[in-house]
T-cell receptor, first 114, second 115 residues
């Protein structure tokens, strides 16, 4: 079975631009979460989506948005990019949204903002 | 609280046991996880333990949980050079009033295994 897939793997953008990152969960998983991992730090929670609805949001500005599609795949959008948005963006999928379900991570998208 | 703390570095010789420690602050956490991250890669789920358990063993991995002290450890037996990676401790808890489960991660422990 395929694991969590993310695209693209790498991306270089300039300040002020917009970026869209994509994630496909494990087949049968209905929940997708997004995390940001800055170099040298642990991942920080951005969003969780379940059944196409936002179920939670971390401490990130409104420049960050996401959505989930009927096939449970998800997009993370970041507007007005800042240098500090450079990070590895990780998508995780789980069967359901509750805290008792393991989250499996994809390989990430490395975003560099110049 | 949301702070998960880990020591940043650990070096061991191949064949020895490695013990990676973690402390967390929220006693309401339900599940505690260990993830492994190799250079340039995503996170690989290694193992997890439910908060009402004291120990879990899975092949070379042993997880010990001391809930009173909010201390979690991961022991890797017969450590190999392929075990060299960053190991993250994470706690999962539902936000108050919701069923959302989010993970709170430590900064990770860089394990280096010398041949």
């Amino acid at each position: 079975d395929a694991g969590v897939t993310q695209s693209p793997t790498h991306l270089i953008k300039t300040r002020g631009q917009h970026v869209t990152l994509r994630c496909s969960p494990i087949s049968g998983h209905k929940s997708v979460s997004w995390y940001q991992q800055v170099l040298g730090q642990g991942p920080q929670f951005i969003f969780q989506y379940y059944e196409k609805e936002e179920r939670g949001r971390g401490n990130f500005p409104d420049r960050f948005s996401a959505r989930q599609f009927p096939n449970y795949s998800s997009e993370l959008n970041v507007n007005a990019l800042l240098l500090g948005d450079s990070a590895l963006y990780l998508c995780a999928s789980s069967e359901e949204a509750g805290d008792s379900y393991e989250q499996y991570f994809g390989p990430g998208t490395r975003l560099t903002v110049t | 609280g949301e702070d998960v703390e880990q020591s940043l570095f650990l070096s061991v010789r191949e064949g020895d046991s490695s013990v990676i420690n973690c402390t967390y602050t929220d006693s309401s956490s339900t599940y505690l996880y260990w993830y492994k991250q190799e250079p340039g890669a995503g996170l690989q789920l290694l193992t997890y333990i439910f908060s009402n358990m004291d120990m879990k063993q899975d092949q070379r991995l042993t997880v010990l949980l001391n809930k009173k002290d909010k201390h979690l450890s991961l022991r890797i037996a017969d450590t190999q050079t392929g075990d060299s990676a960053i190991y993250f401790c994470a706690e999962s808890k539902a936000d108050r009033g919701s069923t959302l489960g989010r993970l709170y991660f430590g900064r990770g422990t860089q394990l280096t295994v010398w041949p």
